[in-house]
């Protein structure tokens, strides 16, 4: 039995269970690809976020820039200077993201990679979680599988 079981290891989930579990909550991420996974989107992350955690990202920053050239057809070349304070991070998300589950799980949380959620259901007062292998009881459960997950339709 958890206090919370997440579902996806991406930022929000990894995230999550960081807090949860820096607060002593017990947290399991439950993710269906292999740790550190390759993902191919964007990189661009506002230092903002370091705000919200205490630890330093900088091992998982590939580059901070402080400027965005625009082109139209690799022509009409337009470079904008940034007005914040702070640089942009340019991050390589496969990077990036396994540095937030490892500082989740210094804190206590469990991750378990290669474990895809097949099912999910709501009875007496807790959530089951079902896996290939087993399933896992939790009291709240977080949906953070991205926009073509099953969460959202499950639930």
């Given at each position: ?86 640089p ?51 009291r ?9 997950g ?6």
């Open positions: 039995m958890f206090d919370c079981i997440i579902v996806g290891s991406g930022p929000a989930g990894a995230s999550a269970a960081y807090h949860l579990a820096k607060y002593g909550r017990s947290v399991l991420v439950l993710e269906k690809e292999s740790l550190p996974r390759y993902k191919p989107c964007g990189g661009g992350v506002s230092p903002i976020v370091q705000e919200w955690f205490d630890f330093d990202f900088s091992p998982a920053i590939s580059l901070k820039i402080n400027s965005i050239r625009y082109t139209w057809k690799k022509g009409d070349l337009v470079e904008v200077k940034l007005q914040n304070q702070q942009i991070w340019m991050v390589r998300r496969e990077i990036f993201d396994y540095f937030i589950v490892q500082q989740a799980q210094k804190q206590g949380a469990e991750i378990r990679d290669k474990t895809p959620v097949i099912g999910i259901e709501f009875k007496h007062n807790n959530w089951q979680v079902y896996t290939n292998n087993q399933s896992f009881t939790s709240y459960l977080i949906a953070a599988d991205g926009a073509k099953s969460m959202a339709k499950w639930l």
